[in-house]
C-alpha cells in the first residue's frame, strides 16, 4: 500500500515557537507539496517540491519555510508561530510523470 | 490562472437520492480534471479523474465527463449511501510541475 505519513495528527503549540511538521512519502514520488486546509477556502498550496533540495513558492508562502533533504522527506517549518497559521495541514506527493497526488491524513495544529 | 469552482454546500440528500455537484474551470490549455474524496479525520483519496476532453472518469458508482465546450467536469451518481458522506474536491492540473489547483470543496450529508 502506497503511504504518505505526517508525523503527527494533533499539534497545540504556543505563539512564537518554531514548528515542525513532517512528511514522508515511500512511493519514490519526485513531487511533494505542502497545503493548508481551512473552512471556506479549500486547499492552499504553501509550497511545493519537485526534487531534492529544490523548493517552489505556492499561493501562501509567507511566514513558512521548507526543506527537502532526501527524496521521501518534506518538512514544512512555522518560523514563528501566530495564531492565524491555525489549521489543517495536508501533506502530498506525486510522480512526475503522474497526475494522482497521494496525501497524507493531515495535521491540525493548534496555535495558542 | 487556474481556478476551480465548485459549491460550498452542505448538500443534504436522502439515501438513494441522485447526487450532482458542479464543477467549472479556467485554465490554459488541456488541463486533467479530478474528483477528490475526504472522509472525516482523513486526508484526501483521489475519485475519479479524466485527462482529456469527452473523457469519463468513474469509480465507485460516481461519474465525471470532461467537457472543454462548457469547461465543466460535474460529478454524479445515481443512488447515494450514507456513507457518501464526505466533502468533495474537483481539481485541476494544468501540467508543468503538476501544481494542482483544488476547489473549495463541497461537503455531503446523506441522510438515512
Known amino acids: 500500500d502506497v503511504k504518505v505519513t505526517q508525523s503527527s495528527r494533533y499539534l497545540v503549540k504556543r505563539t512564537g515557537e518554531k514548528v515542525f511538521l513532517e512528511c514522508v512519502q515511500d512511493?519514490?514520488?519526485?513531487?511533494m507539496f505542502w497545503y493548508r486546509q481551512d473552512p471556506g477556502l479549500g486547499l492552499r498550496l504553501i509550497y511545493f517540491?519537485?526534487?531534492?533540495?529544490?523548493?517552489e513558492k505556492g499561493d501562501i508562502p509567507e511566514g513558512y519555510s521548507v526543506s527537502r533533504e532526501k527524496k521521501e522527506r518534506f518538512s514544512l517549518i512555522l518560523e514563528s508561530a501566530s495564531t492565524n497559521q491555525t489549521s489543517m495541514y495536508l501533506c502530498?506527493?506525486?510522480?512526475?510523470?503522474?497526475?494522482?497526488?497521494?496525501f497524507g491524513q493531515g495535521t491540525r495544529l493548534t496555535v495558542v | 490562472g487556474d481556478s476551480v469552482t465548485q459549491m460550498e454546500g452542505p448538500v443534504t440528500l436522502s439515501e438513494e437520492a441522485f447526487l450532482t455537484i458542479n464543477c467549472t474551470y479556467t485554465a490554459t490549455g488541456y488541463p486533467s480534471l479530478f474528483w477528490y474524496v475526504q472522509y472525516p479525520g482523513e486526508g484526501l483519496q483521489l475519485l475519479l479523474k479524466a485527462t482529456k476532453a469527452d473523457d469519463k472518469g468513474s469509480n465507485k458508482g460516481f461519474e465525471a465527463t470532461y467537457r472543454k465546450e462548457t469547461t465543466s467536469f460535474h460529478l454524479e451518481k445515481g443512488s447515494v449511501q450514507v456513507s457518501d458522506s464526505a466533502v468533495y474536491f474537483c481539481?485541476?492540473?494544468?501540467?508543468?510541475?503538476?501544481?494542482?489547483?483544488f476547489g473549495i470543496g463541497t461537503k455531503l450529508q446523506v441522510i438515512p
Open positions: 502530498a506527493s506525486s510522480h512526475v510523470r503522474e497526475h494522482e497526488a497521494f
Open positions: 481539481a485541476l492540473d494544468s501540467g508543468g510541475y503538476q501544481k494542482v489547483t
Open positions: 517540491s519537485y526534487d531534492v533540495k529544490m523548493k
Open positions: 512511493m519514490d514520488h519526485e513531487n
